[in-house]
């Protein structure tokens, strides 16, 4: 059974750029999580969805970072404009209803 | 104040012996509570979870909580080098639901030397 599937795994891109970032959650977890990871700030969470509803996006950081879930599986995380400190790991993770959640890769974004 | 505080360390253990990380949340209602081991460069992985108040054993590892201290432990008796990974302690504030936010500690850096 395949777990949480992200792309890209790398993205490199210039600042002001547009960056899309993909999740496929596991089949029947209701839940996703979007995270970011920096060494300074640890891991923290943006925003998560229930059964595709935006339940909480308090943790996003700006107006420049919005999310969405047309469907049970697929997520993205878009981030326009990009700017150097959005440089960071970004984690999609879901659970089937049990609080305990499954990550995917990553997605290490570097703007420069 | 955090809602989730690790020893950031780095926690140095001898091969074998048992190693022992702490986190304390500032929630006194969250009910749900986990382990994740993140080795470097790879995502979380979820080790243990505990809801209730005691000891909880799955194997090498034992989670421990106290609700009423607002402390959880995590203990790995014999260490091996393997177990050389960072710890992050995690909170759920709305117990079983799905719906429910969870907030991540910064985690412990844990060393096994040889």
């Known amino acids: 059974d395949a777990g949480v599937i992200q792309s890209p795994r790398h993205e490199v891109t210039e600042m002001g750029q547009e960056v899309t970032l993909r999740c496929k959650p596991i089949?029947?977890?209701?839940?996703l999580f979007w995270y970011r990871q920096t060494m300074m700030r640890g891991l923290e969470l943006l925003i998560y969805?229930?059964?595709?509803?935006?339940?909480?996006d308090s943790g996003m950081p700006e107006d420049r970072f919005s999310a969405k879930m047309p469907n049970a599986s697929f997520s993205t995380l878009k981030i326009q404009p990009s700017e150097p400190r959005d440089s960071a790991v970004y984690f999609c993770?879901?659970?089937?209803?049990?609080?305990?959640?499954?990550f995917g890769p990553g997605t290490r974004l570097t703007v420069l | 104040q955090k809602e989730v505080e690790q020893n950031s360390g780095p926690l140095s253990v001898p091969e074998g012996a048992i190693a022992s990380l702490n986190c304390t949340y500032s929630?006194?209602?969250?009910?749900?509570f986990f382990w994740y081991r993140q080795y470097s460069g790879k995502s979380p992985e979820l080790i243990m979870s505990?809801?209730?108040?005691g000891d909880k054993e799955d194997g090498r590892f034992t989670a421990q909580l106290n609700k009423a201290s607002q402390y959880v432990s995590l203990l790995i008796r014999d260490s091996q080098p393997s177990d050389s990974a960072t710890y992050l302690c995690?909170?759920?504030?709305?117990?079983?639901?799905?719906?429910?936010?969870?907030?991540f500690g910064s985690g412990t850096r844990l060393s096994i030397r040889p």
């Open positions: 929630d006194r209602g969250s009910q749900s």
């Open positions: 505990i809801y209730s108040n």
């Open positions: 969805f229930n059964n595709n509803v935006p339940i909480d």
């Open positions: 089949s029947g977890h209701n839940s």
């Open positions: 995690a909170v759920n504030a709305r117990g079983y639901s799905s719906a429910s936010k969870i907030i």
């Open positions: 993770a879901s659970t089937p209803g049990d609080p305990g959640q499954f």
